[in-house]
């Protein structure tokens, strides 16, 4: 009886044993994280961003978001500076209630990390005027902005800028529509080109490969929207054939390494990867979201 009881008690701790090297084995397997390639350590920065000075000044907001700063004449392309809604790697650079002044804001489309609502109304207050696609100006004026709504190729101009709106193709809502949901058309979505004092910066909004975007005057420099997701963005193998179609751009690289979300395509790109496929791969600057970077013409 005796032998039979210390049988039993063995084979309980042995199952208990292997139960927890089980769970023991699941708890590494979990904390196990895939790669995703990370933007540098934010650097805050405040007022001084939008002072006046004698360059233009550009600044990644994290997201797809960038600040800049043209001999005084400020502004934010695709701003979200709170309340996103997926888990974030980052710090903004910068809260809504610490801008002191926008003389425009651009939303180059309606999705939620482009024309963030949130923080749109909250910089209404410091901003003068609001600018997007036709569409998209029209959800602005619902949610009581002060906007401007354009075609493509439509011009605008404000203190030291001008520009218009670039095309771009990112209607991807109609692949998967909705009871009731309005068709998406090409004009919905945008780029933007910006004539600066100091030189020109082409901003790509999301978009899959377009010829257009290949046969435009060589820009300064490009603020893409890097995702590695080549279903409805430009992808790795187009974001490098669109780089080298500007073999002396300055690009800046926004839309990755900002949100933790390993699994998910359109918010993942590897600029090491990038760098492979371009000429000239120096040219491609890893900011950290708040690092100043100079705008110099380039000599296209």
Excluded at 159 to 179: C, E, M, S, T
Excluded at 206 to 226: N, T
Aim: contains cysteine.
């Amino acid at each position: 009886m005796k032998n039979i009881f210390l049988l039993l008690t063995a084979i309980v701790f042995t199952s208990i044993g292997i139960h927890a090297q089980s769970k023991t084995d699941i708890a590494k397997i979990k904390t196990i994280k895939k790669y995703q390639a990370k933007a540098p350590t934010t650097q805050p920065f405040g007022k001084e961003a939008f002072a006046k000075s004698n360059n233009t000044t550009i600044r990644w907001l994290g997201m797809a978001g960038f600040l800049v700063n043209s001999r005084g004449t400020t502004f934010m392309i695709d701003p979200l500076l709170e309340g996103y809604d997926m888990p974030l790697l980052m710090k903004f650079p910068i809260l809504p209630k610490e801008v002191p002044h926008l003389d425009a804001v651009f939303a180059t489309h309606s999705d939620n990390d482009h024309y963030s609502v949130e923080t749109f109304k909250d910089i209404a207050p410091v901003t003068t005027a609001f600018y997007s696609t036709i569409y998209v100006d029209s959800l602005m004026k619902n949610d009581g902005l002060k906007s401007f709504g354009y075609p493509i190729g439509g011009k605008f101009k404000f203190g030291k800028v001008k520009g218009k709106l670039i095309p771009a193709d990112h209607a991807w809502q109609n692949a998967y529509p909705r009871p009731g949901q309005r068709h998406f058309a090409p004009g919905d979505a945008c780029g933007f080109w910006f004539d600066t004092p100091d030189g020109t910066i082409y901003a790509t909004g999301d978009s899959r490969p377009m010829e257009e975007q290949l046969h435009m005057p060589a820009p300064d420099v490009i603020l893409l929207d890097y995702s590695e997701d080549a279903q409805w963005h430009l992808g790795l193998e187009a974001s490098a054939k669109l780089v080298n179609a500007y073999p002396k751009a300055t690009v800046l690289l926004g839309h990755w390494g900002f949100v933790d979300a390993p699994d998910f395509t359109p918010f993942n790109g590897d600029p090491a990867k990038l760098k492979k496929l371009v000429s000239n791969p120096e040219r491609i600057k890893v900011l950290a979201p708040g690092e100043p970077f100079v705008l110099k013409a380039v000599g296209n």
